[in-house]
């Protein structure tokens, strides 16, 4: 069975740059794991930030960023904004299925 | 804009199916795959499968072999999630999510959810 890990809670003051990262059980995270991201707020259904590593959506902030490090994905946000404060999963792929972190919960303070 | 429009709550028995359904408008919707994923109450997300809508090919979890189907009706681009043999840890929001085109593990748009509720 694998598990993927992510820091359960982080917190960052506004205006601050803060990582959240993405391990498997299996190894290094590589490309091949597809590693997508999302931001989930209370009560509201997930919203993908980053797929395929790095690539971004229309709608996802600039101030957003995915990348490969040391083996483990992850998610940088820089200028941190009150409202980045939320539940963020990543997702990652194994021979096409998929298996999710078990999120960070990001506190803005 | 990419809409998926899934259908409304359901209470069901131990033991009893649900099948919940997911609208796609108003994309050519054989073409990206639709990947199914639930959410327990207060727990995270947890990745049930996808559909190609164009070959009607699935794949699944190893835990929810022989439990869960994936169908589609292209004609109204819908597809369609069940869950059989349902017990009260089945209870969870269940969301689709449109997943990509030549590359099945790009994720971008979500459904708003579907709640089951699984109670005696």
């Known amino acids: 069975q694998t598990v993927v890990t992510q820091e359960p809670s982080l917190t960052v003051s506004p205006g601050g740059t803060v990582t959240l990262t993405c391990a498997s059980s299996?190894?290094?995270?590589?490309?091949?794991?597809?590693p997508n991201w999302f931001q989930q707020r209370p009560g509201q259904a997930p919203r993908t930030l980053i797929y395929d590593t790095s690539d971004k959506h229309s709608w996802t902030p600039a101030r957003f960023s995915g990348s490969l490090l040391g083996g483990l994905a992850a998610l940088t946000l820089s200028d941190v904004q009150p409202e980045d404060e939320a539940d963020y999963y990543c997702l990652l792929f194994y021979g096409a299925e998929g298996v999710f972190g078990g999120g960070t919960k990001l506190t803005v303070l | 804009q990419v809409q998926l429009a899934q259908s409304g709550a359901e209470v069901k028995k131990p033991g009893a199916s649900v099948k919940v359904s997911c609208k796609a408008s108003p994309y050519m919707f054989a073409a990206y795959y639709i990947h199914w994923v639930r959410q327990a109450p207060g727990q995270g997300l947890e990745w049930l499968g996808w559909i190609n809508p164009n070959s009607g090919a699935t794949k699944f979890p190893q835990n929810f072999q022989g439990r869960v189907t994936m169908t589609r009706e292209t004609s109204i681009r819908t597809a369609y999630m069940e869950l059989s043999s349902l017990r009260s840890d089945d209870t969870a929001i269940y969301y689709c999510?449109?997943?990509?085109?030549?590359?099945?593990?790009?994720?971008?748009?979500w459904g708003q959810g579907t709640l089951v509720t699984v109670s005696s």
């Open positions: 299996t190894g290094a995270v590589t490309s091949y794991n597809y």
């Open positions: 999510a449109r997943g990509g085109g030549a590359i099945l593990e790009h994720f971008d748009y």
